[in-house]
């Protein structure tokens, strides 16, 4: 099968067999290819030292030098290009102590992580596949390359990477594979959170975040998610439910569509439903009739999911938008104009919006008890919803006909009153929207303070 290499990869590839080395597309460019899909990245390997690539092309950057890496840039787009090599003994679970530069291909593809990823390319050699790489894509396997011990005990991350791909491209993960994952799961305590997140992520937002639980089959969320295993392990015993925690928070993850969000809004919801009971076991209580209960679950949930996500390294702003998910996911506001006005204002118009599917994906992961109902409501809620963003309704301070400035133009003195002041008109607004015009804010800011002052 011929592949159509990108013109600056063809043209690395070529400059360098044009002087004697060897040089392939390499890794997850080619599983790509073969799956006809976009590669993101290509990759380049060769049996040419990277003094002598450097020799041969203009613009270079030392990339990992010490691992035989050199960016070469051509225009704007930096191409990777590694020399082949023999990783040394590894003592972190996750880097080499030392590498070996080497000149046979065979040597550097049998390091890599899975079969699916050790093939490489050139138009002259064809596709080179010394792993069976092809009939494992044929066949949706996602298998390591040699000994899967040695693979993760090299790098503890491949462990997640094997669940990972397998969610990405719907693959089963071959048997020997998972059980050396099974054995050597612990050995992700040696990975950095960062990469953790990474891996966790991009699971979460695949086309199949169901495979959270073969990772937590395989004890990987007992290393990285403990609390997840919690749920796992807690019956829902309510006509509400029909899954344990656990099983009703993976339904609810592959309940949020993937279609119409932004990457990032993507990630917050799966991750938002992956915490958005990962407080009922610490909450559940049962009545004497047997029924459990789950009181105040989204407060404490929202305390456990705080101490998960700063521990995986979440950025400040996605970290605020799960925790909104996880607090709100089960707000219910009288449905009055006023009453779903004063929701908006106090979770936020950004996380507000968010609710919708998050209900959704709550409500179809729940038993049929009731469903219609509670779709009904959250129809409703959403219709009036839409209503105020149509109108525009005011909903935060900013939204008042009347500011900080002109109050203390009218003689309000700048501090805590003006601040009450701003909130106490906010709250008239909230209830009749008619009422935001400077004229009235100001006769009612004047009787607030004539109130406070007798």
Not at 352 to 376: C, H, N
Request: include cysteine.
């Amino acid at each position: 099968m011929n592949i159509t290499l990108p013109e600056n990869v063809k043209l690395i590839i070529d400059t360098l067999m044009a002087e004697g080395y060897e040089a392939y597309a390499v890794g997850g460019c080619v599983r790509d290819s073969l799956l006809s899909r976009i590669p993101h990245d290509w990759d380049i390997t060769t049996n040419a030292k990277p003094e002598e690539v450097k020799k041969l092309f203009r613009r270079t950057i030392d990339t990992g030098i010490k691992h035989g890496t050199v960016t070469i840039m051509l225009g704007a787009e930096g191409y990777e290009v590694t020399t082949y090599r023999i990783d040394g003994e590894y003592e972190d679970s996750r880097h080499p102590k030392n590498v070996v530069f080497t000149t046979e291909l065979a040597e550097d593809l049998k390091r890599r992580d899975f079969t699916i990823n050790a093939m490489a390319y050139n138009e002259k050699a064809g596709i080179v596949d010394l792993f069976g790489g092809q009939e494992d894509l044929n066949d949706g396997i996602v298998r390591a390359v040699g000994n899967p011990k040695e693979r993760f005990t090299e790098d503890a991350l491949r462990i997640m990477r094997a669940v990972r791909f397998a969610a990405q491209l719907g693959y089963d993960v071959d048997e020997e594979t998972s059980r050396a994952a099974r054995k050597l799961a612990p050995n992700l305590k040696n990975i950095s959170a960062e990469r953790v997140r990474e891996e966790l992520v991009k699971l979460l937002v695949s086309p199949h975040p169901e495979f959270i639980r073969k990772a937590w089959e395989l004890g990987i969320t007992r290393q990285i998610l403990p609390e997840f295993d919690v749920t796992m392990e807690t019956a829902q015993n309510t006509p509400h439910h029909m899954y344990s925690v656990g099983e009703h928070i993976i339904h609810s993850i592959c309940n949020i569509s993937s279609e119409g969000f932004g990457d990032n809004e993507l990630m917050c919801l799966r991750v938002g439903m992956l915490l958005h009971d990962i407080g009922k076991p610490a909450s559940r209580t049962t009545d004497i009739n047997g029924r459990d209960h789950f009181y105040g679950h989204a407060e404490v949930g929202v305390k456990i999911a705080d101490n998960i996500l700063r521990r995986l390294k979440f950025d400040n702003k996605s970290r605020t938008t799960i925790l909104d998910i996880v607090k709100y996911h089960d707000v219910r506001p009288r449905l009055t104009y006023p009453g779903v006005r004063k929701t908006i204002n106090k979770v936020g118009l950004d996380s507000f919006y968010l609710l919708f599917p998050v209900q959704q994906a709550d409500i179809f992961s729940q038993s049929e008890y009731d469903r219609e109902g509670k779709l009904e409501r959250a129809g409703k809620l959403h219709e009036m919803y839409d209503r105020i963003i149509e109108n525009a309704d005011p909903l935060f301070v900013k939204d008042l006909a009347v500011n900080g400035n002109d109050l203390m133009q009218a003689g309000f003195e700048k501090g805590k009153l003006l601040g009450e002041v701003l909130q106490y008109l906010l709250t008239l607004v909230l209830d009749s929207p008619e009422k935001n015009t400077r004229e009235e804010l100001m006769k009612h800011a004047e009787n607030y303070r004539n109130d406070i002052t007798e």
